[in-house]
């Protein structure tokens, strides 16, 4: 018998514990400007004091079956959820045994007879990717939780004894009774980790329920509790041939448990070690050949599409190239619109376009994010190896000098090894701030030049670099290079990355899944000696000792390319003298908080080749664009850019 993921989805609600009562058109507007996140089926639950609202796609049992908001058997309890969950045929079980009685086969009923078992215990025994609000009548309760990594969003706002909750930050917009004001501590994490953090939103009154958290609400106040964290600290000593059958078992498992659904499936084929490894173990499980899709450029050194081509057709795959000579600024303002909260990732324009081509033949598709952020596949991964090194061989007094900033990174622009072993200092600093204050966008000194101090008086401190403080207890006895990946698990993973796929996806309806971030397969990284995933400098040891049983050896070892525009040729190019008319003399500038010579000055640099500030650029536009549409409303989703006027 088929089992019915909810899949994608957007879910809103309304609890108001004053004698307010809630109005089914807020409630209906709030979710109805999210359809693009669930088009098949719109649903609306109205009680004493709540109204919860669900948009959904189907993927599995395509029938009525599960519509949401569902109730339990009694209607004591509603749910509206998003995301799927794995092991929800083996929660079943477990709940029939106990003598619970299911009138749907769908996972989303799992949550309303669990939760009746197990109270809000229910959270951490769900294996998948999630977001819920879950309405206790009875106790006049709302539980809200998200998933471990973070993968699906899920936002939320008190404000007096009035609650509202939903999958998009847009939908706030649609509640005439909410009040929303810029917070300049989103602006500057967005400026540095080039996105808003899960602790700062881009409006005060609102926040995030962070990843791996659920949160108890209740007319008396709201308790949270942080039910998982990545196990760094378990390790456990195995040969690397017994690695090697783990991790393949693991990540075969992830795969196979992927590959259930009634409609189309797919996958993204970058050409990388990731998704190419992916593509390998779902050619070998699935029962037809693997529909397959990658984009390139004309920029050859942007483009991974002969590695593709490598890795389809050994496996025999359906394979679809797109390339790209994409309208970015054609589409951009309907980005920022989709995004909601400023987001600097550039390499969300060519997720949209794959995810687009991927949508007019499948509605799910799998990808190989999370590898590098298990494995360390990223350059930081390498530096953060050789800070264990630097750890080891350097005596303390010299250690010291370095992390005084005698050698910060600034101070030697323009001495190469210099530079990397200030690099490397940082990398080992027992601040936790100072160890992840590299950013590709705007570091302390650069946002020292682009802030005027209007806008540095609005800050606190530096919000970029607090959110490093809270996770120092679990980072104090971690090893250098474990550090740095638990860091990219909980900040960038759900900053940024995770952002950027569901964001883009959502655009189009298609879903997307991701065998690395299987909770067993986060389990099994961590557990793993460090020096396993980066020895000697390389990264992903022991993952692409994996991949070469499956994948051509000149897939494996090349240089890393990533998913990435060819942003820095266009900004020195074609785009240099709009940015040059428009930036500098753009809304930010007008509002006192940015210096204009500070950004004109990075326009000049970069488009005469002395410095490369592609990242800060894009960075200006997109907050310059997001001021324009949420704050200014002068700006529309389906507006064009015209750089020649």
Not at 51 to 77: C, F, V, Y
Not at 483 to 499: E, G, S
Not at 549 to 576: C, D, M
């Amino acid at each position: 018998m088929l089992h019915a993921f909810t899949l994608m989805c957007a879910i809103c609600g309304l609890v108001h514990w004053d004698e307010t009562p809630v109005r089914p058109e807020v409630v209906k507007a709030m979710r109805d400007v999210m359809a693009n996140r669930g088009p098949d089926h719109a649903g609306l639950w109205m009680g004493e004091g709540v109204g919860l609202g669900h948009r959904r796609l189907k993927i599995i049992d395509l029938s009525t079956q599960a519509n949401q908001p569902m109730s339990n058997e009694n209607g004591t309890l509603w749910v509206v959820y998003n995301g799927e969950i794995y092991n929800f045929p083996e929660l079943t079980r477990e709940l029939q045994a106990a003598g619970h009685r299911f009138v749907s086969h769908s996972d989303t009923e799992v949550i309303l007879h669990g939760y009746e078992e197990w109270g809000e215990g229910v959270v951490e025994r769900l294996d998948g990717m999630f977001a819920f609000g879950l309405w206790d009548a009875t106790r006049r309760r709302l539980l809200l939780a998200r998933d471990r990594f973070g993968k699906k969003p899920l936002y939320f706002t008190v404000q007096g004894r009035r609650l509202a909750f939903a999958s998009d930050i847009k939908a706030f917009r649609e509640n005439p009774d909410l009040t929303l004001n810029i917070n300049p501590a989103a602006i500057d994490c967005y400026l540095h980790h080039l996105g808003t953090t899960q602790e700062q939103c881009i409006y005060r009154e609102v926040q995030k329920v962070r990843p791996a958290h659920y949160g108890v609400f209740t007319a008396e106040g709201c308790r949270w509790v942080r039910y998982w964290v990545p196990p760094f600290g378990q390790k456990q000593a195995l040969r690397e041939p017994e690695w090697l059958e783990r991790m393949e078992a693991t990540l075969r498992r992830a795969v196979r448990r992927r590959l259930v659904s009634d409609v189309p499936l797919g996958a993204f084929l970058s050409g990388g070690v990731d998704s190419s490894l992916v593509v390998a173990l779902m050619s070998q499980v699935s029962g037809g050949p693997v529909r397959t899709f990658s984009v390139g450029f004309r920029e050859e050194d942007y483009s991974e599409l002969r590695y593709a081509r490598m890795v389809a057709a050994r496996y025999g795959t359906a394979h679809e190239e797109i390339l790209l000579q994409p309208d970015v600024l054609g589409i951009l303002p309907a980005l920022v619109w989709e995004y909601g909260e400023p987001f600097g990732d550039s390499s969300a324009i060519p997720c949209f376009y794959v995810a687009q081509a991927a949508r007019r033949s499948v509605t799910v598709a799998l990808t190989g994010d999370g590898g590098d952020e298990m494995f360390g596949g990223y350059d930081i991964a390498r530096a953060a190896w050789a800070a264990w090194w630097y750890e080891r061989l350097l005596p303390r007094p010299a250690r010291s000098v370095l992390d005084k900033g005698l050698l910060a990174r600034e101070n030697v622009r323009h001495i190469r090894w210099l530079r990397k072993l200030g690099t490397v200092a940082i990398h080992a600093n027992s601040e936790p701030a100072i160890r992840h204050s590299l950013s590709m966008a705007f570091g302390p000194r650069e946002k020292a030049l682009l802030y005027r101090e209007t806008f540095r008086q609005m800050l606190d401190g530096s919000p970029a670099l607090e959110v490093f403080e809270r996770w120092e207890k679990e980072l104090a006895a971690l090893h250098p290079i474990d550090r740095h990946l638990f860091m990219t698990l909980v900040t960038r993973l759900p900053n940024d990355y995770l952002v950027k796929v569901d964001v883009a996806s959502m655009m189009v309806a298609l879903e997307l899944r991701s065998p690395f971030l299987d909770t067993a397969m986060a389990e099994l990284a961590g557990a793993m000696d460090p020096l396993c995933k980066v020895r000697h400098g390389r990264r992903k040891y022991l993952l692409k000792k994996l991949a070469a049983r499956h994948l051509p050896h000149e897939v494996i070892y090349r240089r890393k390319q990533g998913f990435a525009l060819p942003l820095e040729h266009w900004l020195r190019r074609e785009w240099a003298p709009w940015l040059r008319r428009w930036l500098p003399g753009g809304h930010l500038v007008g509002t006192g908080w940015f210096d204009a010579s500070a950004i004109h000055q990075l326009i000049e640099e970069h488009a005469s080749g002395k410095a490369d500030h592609t990242h800060r650029l894009w960075a200006l536009i997109w907050l310059e664009l997001w001021w324009q549409m949420f704050v200014e409303r002068t700006l529309k989703p389906t507006d064009r850019l015209d750089i020649g006027a």
